[in-house]
């Protein structure tokens, strides 16, 4: 019994570094051979009372399925947003996420701040032309709204760097 454990965790162990350590969804699609980046642009606004601030824009890029977090910490905001992401077999982008936002509501009589937070889950799945917009605290959240727009783009190379 014990040599047979062996050999399923020695197979199982094969499996998981030969998938460079991830382990894939059914929906997932497998590694090719030659496969394209994907690079995502990220920029995180603030818009209070119809002013529109950019706190940060950056890009990740990396093969697909390239996971990437997201972390804000303003004097109003503070926001942390693991991403996962997979290539479906049918060329679409799937995009999970888990937002954990904060944002100042004022202040108490004894001068400590007060907070206001919110916690959203977002799966999706879109095409490599649309773009995600999230917002934390919803459509509805007052003069203060905090807005991530996230745009996936297909890099025009390869993994090789051909």
């Given amino acids: ?90 060329g679409t982008l799937r995009v999970r996420t888990k937002l954990h936002t904060s944002r100042l509501f004022g202040y108490s009589s004894h001068n400590l701040p007060l907070y206001e937070t919110d916690t959203q889950n977002q799966d999706l799945q879109l095409g490599f032309d649309e773009e995600i917009v999230l917002l934390p605290f919803g459509r509805n959240g007052g003069d203060d709204l905090l807005k991530i727009e996230i745009t996936p783009l297909l890099s025009e190379r390869n993994d090789d760097g051909s």
Avoid: Y
């Avoid at 570094?17 to 030659?34: E, F, V």
């Avoid at 994907?38 to 824009?57: C, D």
């Avoid at 093969?63 to 997201?70: E, K, L, M, R, S």
């Avoid at 804000?72 to 693991?82: I, N, Q, Y």
């Fill in 1 to 90: 019994m014990k040599s047979k454990l062996s050999i399923f965790f020695i197979a199982t162990l094969i499996i998981f570094i030969g998938n460079d350590g991830r382990l894939r969804g059914k929906d997932a699609s497998p590694a090719p051979s030659n496969p394209r980046r994907i690079r995502f642009q990220i920029t995180t606004i603030e818009e209070k009372n119809g002013q529109r601030n950019i706190l940060s824009k950056s890009a990740v890029e990396g093969p697909p399925g390239t996971d990437f977090d997201i972390n804000v910490d303003t004097d109003r905001f503070k926001m942390r947003a693991p991403f996962m992401t997979d290539v479906l077999n049918d």
